[in-house]
């Protein structure tokens, strides 16, 4: 009895390798050299089949395929079908992995009336939020400038100390016009009293800055691939590993 249980179980390890299997080939219209794989492969390397894949045949199971060993980098997941060309998926000569997906443990799909659902695995996360905060404050700068327009008080002051040396100048209708050209003499020098060169003064400047706040996301941008597509969606939450979408690739809850 422990015997045939073991044959069982190996009999059904087979069979679900059996039933997940996927070929690559080197050219594009799948042409070119192939590669099977009906389990996972952690480097293409030693098959000659890395960063050599441009198309593929899903005959069964769903299978991720990654552009570096290992499973690291930007992976992309196979349904069953066929793949032209993978320059659609971005992966054209770029795998270096790839493996079956177990189907163990995945919630139930939405039910939606009419509408066939396909769980698909969610490539990448990127959380999106607004602009960040500004700060503000207002501080004293010197500025170099000019010097203003006449000097009005020493021009008046200039004008009488002017008046008042004329007028002791010569007699009579001399007098009258020495006075008056003192005048106007004094005005101009005390106009130009304090005038040319630089001026240096104080003003108010008010400045901003941006600043880290406490980051909320408006929403999370996700991306995951859907028939050999690449596709956008922006929801309301993270999501998770999967998504459900319909046959349009459009998620839903």
Not at 42 to 71: K, M
Request: proline share 6%; with cysteine; charged share 15%.
């Amino acid at each position: 009895m422990t015997l045939k249980a073991a044959l069982v179980v190996i009999g059904l390890a087979g069979a679900a390798q059996a039933m997940a299997t996927v070929t690559l080939y080197d050219g594009e219209g799948f042409r070119g050299r192939t590669f099977t794989a009906s389990g996972t492969v952690y480097d293409l390397q030693p098959t000659g089949f890395n960063d050599h894949a441009e198309s593929v045949i899903v005959d069964s199971g769903r299978w991720e395929a990654c552009e570096d060993s290992n499973f690291r980098g930007r992976c992309v997941t196979l349904e069953p079908g066929t793949y032209p060309t993978l320059a659609q998926l971005g992966m054209l000569d770029r795998i270096s992995s790839i493996r079956p997906i177990t189907v163990v443990g995945y919630a139930s799909p939405p039910a939606v009336a009419g509408t066939t659902m396909h769980e698909v695995n969610v490539a990448s996360v990127h959380a999106v939020g607004g602009p960040p905060d500004q700060r503000c404050w207002v501080e004293r700068e010197q500025v170099v400038g000019e010097r203003g327009g006449p000097n009005v008080p020493g021009a008046i002051i200039g004008g009488v100390l002017g008046g008042v040396l004329g007028h002791q100048i010569g007699g009579g209708r001399g007098r009258d016009v020495a006075t008056a050209g003192g005048a106007v003499a004094g005005a101009a020098i005390g106009a130009n009293v304090g005038r040319g060169g630089d001026a240096v003064y104080d003003r108010d400047v008010q400045r901003c800055t941006s600043v880290p706040s406490s980051f909320q996301p408006s929403y999370w941008d996700v991306t995951y691939y859907f028939n050999g597509y690449e596709h956008h969606a922006q929801l309301s939450a993270p999501p998770g590993p999967t998504l459900w979408v319909d046959d349009n690739g459009v998620p839903r809850a």
